[in-house]
């Protein structure tokens, strides 16, 4: 059976799934598509929005079960699984609320007749999601679409296969009409199917290039529209100016977090100066030395287990890329002796252009620290990247960061902190980092049918 939760720190197999068939495939197609037609007919907009706002309220009662399973599955920290848990239910919360302002119909300038457009659902969405936010990459997807009235066929990681599974069950008890939300563990075979049905209207993936570019190109052949939430290698850009004391406050969060695993983690950190180079290195050494491993259930723990054996020894073979092209370990890359899947916080510097890790995400608790020695230089070296997800600019000139942010090929820039994610704020990149944005009322707009009512004058 390919769906299995290993639980990461023990490396135990703690519960195997069956795969559904095909008729489950067709029977969930069947579901979502009539009640696509039935709100499309009837509106609902108003249950619609109680029934995600009682998502909201059942993910806060019952906080602590969610986040478990979502340890369980893929080894996140469960204080920072809470943190997730909490995320969603203000995402639910967001959408049922604005939901009805975001679908109001729009004027047109009266230049060749009157004119609006409406904003209507368009059928079944599919999605393929990752195993870093369980619950977080589903709600972004879903909340929106179930109030659009969307209904939503769900492709979890393999190696999570319990939260895909919780997440339905919630959905069922927040009393959402059979339909809405289904999760199904299928094979890649299966999911090309789905996606060549006529009743799936568009395709939404979080990932690996590998995987956007493949269901990319399924959506294509079949002329489905498709999101892309795909990787990063964020740039954290340090000038002359930063506030250093705000940057110790900073970093662990920036590059740790999830053990590292997070599309938009602070992965490459670029300092302006030779002095400030050092002085930051050190800190970040500090920083690191600080991260304490082991269980992940217990909240004196800060660094988790990577997601699974394959995941930690892809991040170790980076490493070792890195430091067999002349990168310099300026602290870690030593082996933890436990069964889980740890890997110890790592940091490279001295990595040159032609090092093959130069343009390569690394999915764990590893900082690549590059030195520079003007502000041109360092917004050169962020944009040399093949990315453009997200990255940071830490400066105390509000003036400098607005000109340097502006200077940086990528979707999202943090100014003087970490990586953040707010139900308001739009999430998404450009280049191979993916199209589209989810969240905010940009996400909101993914798989809307924008419906021109034209009447010419005379
Ligand atoms: P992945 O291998 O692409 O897997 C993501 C999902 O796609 C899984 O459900 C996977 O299923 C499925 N999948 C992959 N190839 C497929 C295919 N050909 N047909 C059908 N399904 C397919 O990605 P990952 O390595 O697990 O996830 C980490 C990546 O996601 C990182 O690069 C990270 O930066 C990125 N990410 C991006 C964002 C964002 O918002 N931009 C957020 C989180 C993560 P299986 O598990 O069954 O293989």
Excluded at 262 to 273: E, L, Y
Aim: net charge negative.
């Amino acid at each position: 059976m390919a769906y299995k939760t290993i639980y990461p720190y023990t490396n135990e197999v703690l519960k195997e799934f069956d795969n559904h068939t095909d008729a489950d495939l067709e029977a969930a197609l069947a579901a979502g598509h009539a009640l696509y037609k039935k709100w499309r007919a009837e509106g609902g907009l108003e249950e619609r929005k109680g029934q995600l706002h009682k998502v909201a309220e059942l993910l806060r009662r019952d906080v602590d079960k969610y986040a478990e399973v979502m340890t369980k599955d893929m080894g996140k920290l469960f204080t920072e699984a809470k943190g997730e848990v909490e995320l969603c239910a203000a995402i639910a919360d967001y959408f049922a609320d604005k939901a009805e302002e975001f679908l109001k119909p729009r004027e047109l300038e009266a230049v060749h007749g009157e004119g609006y457009y409406i904003k209507q659902a368009v059928g079944v969405l599919f999605m393929v999601e990752p195993w870093n936010f369980p619950f977080y990459q589903i709600m972004r997807v879903f909340a929106p679409n179930f109030m659009i009235g969307n209904p939503t066929v769900l492709k979890h990681a393999s190696i999570c296969p319990a939260s895909a599974q919780a997440f339905e069950e919630l959905v069922k008890e927040a009393g959402a009409p059979a339909g809405s939300f289904k999760n199904l563990f299928l094979t890649y075979g299966q999911v090309s199917k789905a996606i060549a049905d006529p009743r799936i209207q568009g395709v939404a993936l979080t990932g690996s290039e590998r995987g956007g570019a493949s269901i990319a190109a399924e959506a294509g052949a079949n002329l489905k529209k498709s999101a892309l939430e795909l990787g990063g290698n964020d740039a954290f850009l340090i000038l002359e100016d930063a506030d250093f004391e705000l940057l110790k406050d900073t970093i662990f969060f920036a590059r740790l977090y999830n053990a590292g695993q997070v599309c938009t983690s602070s992965k490459r950190f670029i300092v302006v100066g030779e002095e400030n180079y050092r002085k930051f290195v050190d800190m970040v050494v500090e920083t690191f030395k600080t991260a304490k491993w082991g269980d992940p259930m217990k909240a004196e723990t800060t660094l988790a287990p990577l997601s699974s054996a394959a995941a930690k020894e892809e991040v170790l073979g980076q490493i070792k890329l890195a430091v067999d092209n002349g990168a310099r370990v300026a602290y870690g890359n030593q082996e933890i002796d436990h069964p889980g899947n740890f890997v110890m916080p790592t940091v490279l510097t001295d990595i040159s252009k032609d090092n093959p890790i130069y343009n390569t995400e690394i999915f764990g608790p590893v900082a690549s620290i590059y030195k520079v020695d003007t502000e041109e230089e360092a917004i050169a070296l962020a944009n040399d990247s093949s990315y453009g997800l997200g990255g940071t600019v830490f400066s105390s000139d509000p003036e400098r960061v607005a000109r340097v942010a502006a200077q940086i090929e990528t979707g999202m820039t943090f100014v003087n902190s970490g990586w953040a994610s707010h139900p308001e704020l739009p999430f998404g990149g450009i280049k191979n980092s993916g199209y589209g944005r989810e969240l905010s009322h940009l996400g909101f707009d993914a798989f809307v049918n924008e419906h021109l009512v034209f009447t010419p004058k005379g």
